[in-house]
């Protein structure tokens, strides 16, 4: 039941509790999932792995933004693959039993990466979602690393083909933007989504409350961290940035669900806008974090309810 775990980060696999939580009860969904990117050992989804992932190279050293080792897009094998489509089976693992909680006509924002989002959509659209949109999170700055041509060729010994290639580079353009898929539960066949408004009170849009400047907002979101605000998760994300899709789309006392609550930010939001949340983290160190910064930010006020569950259930937890 909601009960048991409603304003509380509760520890451990999300698998193990959202089927206990009530059928038709979730107003939103929203959650900066693991992107299947290798980012950390709580993101490698997939089971080829080599000795080298995770690792340092001798050019990471000292690398703010590239501490880890990743596996480049074509891969170092061919089982390599296979990691999209284990990580599209992940994602529609816990999806397809988020399913029957969303009330019809809720909204579900997921944050993936740009090249594991059409996963995420293949799987949420095949657990039974429709995908309403794609909003582009613009970020003020991006990490940025790509390596000069001629160098790698000059470390080779190859002069001549190093001027050639003088201006070029290897890697990516910076990473300005990431993706926010929106997806919502069907409503009723026959029915609108005015009925579906009246009956299950979600399924709108909050405009007023959402506006840039005086202008109806776009799918361009645009959102930085406050100076005041603690970094301690490395996919951390502005709690403006949550706190504006939570406002977009649910009123207060309406449930926010976020079975991967990393640093809290979703939480957090939650509370300091009067809306109640579930969450789940499986990482103890994250687990552990997020409620301290959950209680510095807003204390015990939480209106007769337990801010998060701090008990340790009887069950092996494994980081993801």
Known sequence: MNKDYMNKITLG???????????????????????????????VLH?????ALLGESPAQKGKSGFKRRG????????????????????????????HPKMK????????GARRTIHRVINAFEDSGFLLKDILAW???????????????????????????????????LAPIWEPIAWFTKPYKIGGTITDNILENEVGAMNIDACKFNGSSPTNLLEFGFKKSETRIHEA??????????????????????DPFMGSGTTAVAAKLLKRRFVGFEANVEYYQKSLER??????????????FQNTLFEEKITNR
Request: neutral net charge.
């Open 71 to 98: 596996k480049p897009i074509n891969g170092w094998s061919q089982s390599d693959r296979n990691i999209g489509l284990e990580y599209q089976e992940w994602c529609k693992n816990w999806a397809t039993k988020v």
């Open 236 to 257: 951390q994300k502005p709690i403006d940035l949550i706190e504006y899709l939570i406002k977009l789309t649910t009123q207060e006392n309406q449930i926010v669900l």
């Open 47 to 51: 089971n080829n792995t080599n000795s």
């Open 13 to 43: 696999d999300c698998l193990n509790f959202i089927p206990k939580l009530t059928d038709n009860s979730i107003d939103l969904f929203l959650s900066d999932i693991p992107y299947g990117i290798s980012l950390d050992d709580w993101d």
């Open 138 to 172: 613009k970020k003020p700055s991006a990490h940025h690393r790509a390596q000069r041509v001629s160098i790698v060729l000059e470390r080779r010994g190859l002069i001549e083909e190093a001027k050639r290639w003088s201006g070029w580079r290897l890697g990516n």
């Open 104 to 111: 019809r006509g809720s909204s579900l924002f997921v944050f």
């Open 294 to 307: 959950l209680t510095k930010t807003i204390g015990n006020n939480t209106e007769g309810l337990p801010i």
